[in-house]
């Protein structure tokens, strides 16, 4: 089983529509969490952080669910420009320094 | 403005040889980081540092090396040790190591491709 799990998707849907994806972790030692965006043949770049309280960002909304060991991405109004992969990171400590493990990814199709 | 710049863009390189590719930042991040990316995988950590002349095995370093002669560049080099070398290189930064809030700034890649 890998440590950070998603599902690839992809997840097709219209223009407007609202999408949450959900990335679950194995290792309750876990201290922080983030969400990338990463577009076809780009660099992943950091879309929010992802904070015990929840958070949100706009038409973005994170949220962290330590007793379960997941974490999810709700994106309200949804528009053609997020069209991407989404990827989880966890940072955890490892032997004294601290591991960012990276999902595979969700990948989001909005649709016309 | 800051940033981190890889070079080059695109890679090819022929079998059993080694070839360099650039990572340099003006962030003044003390961390840097070199991940590789295959199609339907995660990101998976090569190398890493922390300071200055010092840097750690990531998690796939065989058939690689790095050096950190300076905080601003962490060069990467791919050697003829590297079976399957084909992949996305990703280099990224961080101002602190150890503090977990803070995320990645990646550079924007280089696509290494044996020919």
Not at chain 1, 9 to 27: K, L
Not at chain 1, 48 to 58: H, L, P
Not at chain 2, 43 to 52: E, N
Request: hydrophobic residues 30%.
């Amino acid at each position: 089983r890998k440590e950070v799990e998603q599902d690839p998707g992809p997840f097709n849907v219209p223009e407007g529509a609202t999408v949450a994806f959900n990335c679950t972790y194995s290792n309750s030692a876990s201290q922080s969490f983030f969400w990338y965006r990463q577009d076809c043949r780009k660099e992943p770049k950091l879309l929010m952080s992802v904070y015990s309280s929840g958070n949100e960002d706009g038409r973005f909304t994170a949220q962290l669910n330590r007793a379960s060991q997941y974490i999810s991405l709700l994106i309200r109004d949804s528009k053609l420009s997020d069209s991407a992969t989404y990827l989880c990171v966890v940072n955890r400590e490892n032997s004294g320094t601290y591991k960012y493990i990276f999902g595979t990814g969700t990948r989001l199709k909005v649709l016309a | 403005d800051g940033g981190i710049t890889q070079s080059p863009k695109y890679l090819f390189r022929k079998e059993g040889q080694n070839v360099t590719l650039s990572c340099e930042q003006n962030l003044n991040h003390d961390a840097m980081y070199w991940y590789r990316q295959d199609p339907g995988q995660g990101l998976r950590l090569i190398y890493y540092s922390q300071i200055v002349n010092d840097f750690q095995k990531g998690d796939i370093a065989e058939g690689y090396s790095v050096s950190r002669e300076k905080k601003e560049s962490f060069p990467l080099t791919v050697t003829s040790a590297q079976k399957n070398p084909t992949a996305f290189y990703l280099c990224a930064s961080n101002t602190v190591w150890d503090e977990s809030n803070y995320g990645y700034t990646f550079g924007s890649g280089t696509r290494l491709t044996v020919v």
